[in-house]
């Protein structure tokens, strides 16, 4: 799998408990090793990861080592970027985008910014 940094790697064991203990919403990237362009998403996912923290948990889930959990959420093509809040998704997408673009389309389900 492509690991981006800063990113944890769940897997068909760790999911459900992973997804539904986080206090934020969760970004799982849906991803595999043959992906290209799953390799071009990587350092979006890790500059999202640092940069939102507050506000959204980034993970990666390879659909090749762990099927069980891909073919639950019907998850075809990778990537498939889902976010799930409170166990459950309420938002997907497919395809690679740029940074700006991705933080675009999580804005109705990022958490508000922590006041500072």
Same mark, same amino acid.
């Not at 064991?13 to 990587?42: K, M, N, S």
């Not at 997408?93 to 006041?115: F, I, S, T, Y």
């Given at each position: 799998?492509?690991? #981006? =940094? $800063? +990113?944890?790697? %769940?897997?068909?064991? &760790?999911?459900?408990?992973?997804?539904? #203990? =986080? $206090? +934020?919403?969760? %970004?799982?990237?849906? &991803?595999?090793?043959?992906?290209?362009?799953?390799?071009?998403?990587?350092?979006?996912?890790?500059a999202v990861a640092a940069e939102e923290s507050d506000r959204i948990r980034?993970?990666?889930?390879?659909v090749d080592a762990n099927p069980a959990t891909a073919a639950a959420y019907g998850v075809l093509a990778m990537p498939t970027l889902m976010?799930?809040?409170?166990?459950?998704?309420?938002?997907?997408?497919?395809?690679?985008?740029?940074?700006?673009?991705?933080?675009?389309?999580?804005?109705?389900?990022?958490?508000?910014?922590?006041?500072?």
């Open positions: 799998m492509i690991k #981006a =940094a $800063g +990113v944890d790697e %769940l897997t068909d064991e &760790t999911f459900a408990a992973e997804v539904r #203990a =986080a $206090g +934020v919403p969760v %970004l799982v990237e849906f &991803t595999a090793d043959w992906c290209g362009p799953c390799r071009q998403l990587a350092p979006v996912l890790s980034v993970v990666q889930l390879d976010v799930f809040r409170n166990g459950e998704p309420v938002k997907s997408m497919v395809g690679a985008r740029p940074k700006r673009r991705l933080l675009q389309e999580l804005d109705d389900v990022l958490e508000p910014a922590a006041r500072r």
